[in-house]
């Protein structure tokens, strides 16, 4: 069974960082591609970032271009979101999730989703 843990949200100032983390069970990370997602109050949750299951191929949605970075590290089954220059529309539960194709999910759900961690940047 799939099981993705996230972790390292909290509150920051706007123009600072965070590196979330997704813990996954095993396997999970190298037979995947993994993503990041997040809802914001009031809003639909929308996708952020993706890796390939090669590593190689990464997307990002327009607006956290050049701030943020997904990067996966299949020994340790975690794959990381790194959020740089974060301003108060960043603020929202950030989820963690897996499926076939990194590409697809930029347009429909993935397989398997974490809990999410809440990230919560001030102004």
């Known amino acids: 069974q799939v099981q993705l843990v996230e972790s390292g949200g909290g509150l920051v100032q706007a123009g600072g960082s965070l590196r979330l983390s997704c813990a996954a069970s095993?396997?999970?990370?190298?037979?995947?591609?993994m993503g990041w997602f997040r809802q914001a109050p009031g809003k639909e949750r929308e996708f952020v970032a993706a890796?390939?299951?090669?590593?190689?191929?990464?997307y990002l949605v327009d607006s956290v271009k050049g701030r943020f970075t997904i990067s996966r590290d299949d020994a340790k089954n975690t794959v990381y979101l790194q959020m740089n220059s974060l301003k108060p529309e960043d603020t929202a539960v950030y989820y963690c999730?897996?499926?076939?194709?990194?590409?697809?999910?930029?347009?429909?759900?993935?397989?398997?989703w974490g809990q999410g961690t809440q990230v919560t940047v001030s102004s």
């Open positions: 890796i390939s299951r090669n590593g190689i191929v990464t």
């Open positions: 999730a897996a499926g076939r194709l990194a590409q697809a999910m930029r347009v429909s759900p993935p397989d398997y």
């Open positions: 095993r396997s999970t990370v190298s037979s995947n591609a």
